[in-house]
């Protein structure tokens, strides 16, 4: 089992560590939660990180104001070292020195390419000063927050599950292969032109992944 270590960055509590604590852990402003807030943005219980298949899962429990990870807004998802997680006036950063260490070094190794950065100057504004870190992650930690890759397949799928997640991932294959043949570069003028029926169709597969989302997170809410 994975020891989760949680830091609070920002909020009533700054500079609480909350090290070494065994999943599941809840979180929230209620007496109860593994870890109690101080902030009246924050629900009663408000989210929950449990171990499923030796990964992190975060879910966020109907919360009133919702969970932000790396300042996306979030009902559930799998956390990463490093990760910052925002909810109310609170934000915390999960992981320990080491954890985000071997992160760090994860990503800047050439199998690492594959992230993309999304950083701008905002996110120092998230990084705790006294952090201390004597790897220099403390530059480093706001780009952590930020860094994206492509989520590997979940595991361990019944043949049928595979075959339903294979027909969603071929029809959103699909869509995008429409938009792309649908767009017009302009090279002189260094534009890509979308024409309105395929941005319509850019628009729809994108809210058809917002219910997918919505209704992975929670299926009673379709």
């Known amino acids: 089992m994975v020891l989760v270590t949680l830091r609070v960055l920002q909020g009533a509590d700054r500079g609480r560590v909350f090290p070494d604590l065994r999943p599941p852990i809840t979180i929230g402003r209620e007496e109860g939660n593994t870890i109690q807030l101080n902030d009246e943005r924050v629900s009663r219980c408000h989210l929950k990180i449990q171990e499923d298949n030796d990964r992190l899962v975060l879910t966020d429990l109907d919360s009133t104001n919702g969970t932000k990870i790396n300042g996306q807004d979030c009902q559930l998802r799998l956390l990463r070292f490093g990760d910052i997680i925002a909810v109310g006036r609170s934000v915390l950063l999960f992981g320990n020195r080491e954890q985000i260490a071997d992160r760090l070094q994860e990503i800047s190794s050439p199998k690492g390419e594959g992230f993309h950065s999304a950083f701008t100057a905002e996110d120092s504004d998230v990084v705790d000063p006294d952090l201390d870190l004597s790897t220099g992650l403390s530059s480093s930690l ?71 989302i919505r209704n992975v997170a929670d299926p009673n809410k379709g």
């Open 142 to 212: 706001g780009l952590l927050g930020r860094l994206e890759s492509i989520p590997s397949l979940p595991e361990r799928l019944s043949p049928s599950q595979a075959a339903q997640l294979s027909e969603i991932l071929e029809h959103l294959h699909a869509g995008l292969q429409f938009v792309i043949d649908g767009v017009q570069t302009d090279l002189q003028k260094s534009e890509v032109i979308v024409p309105p029926s395929t941005w319509q169709v850019l628009l729809q597969l994108q809210g058809r992944l917002s219910e997918m």
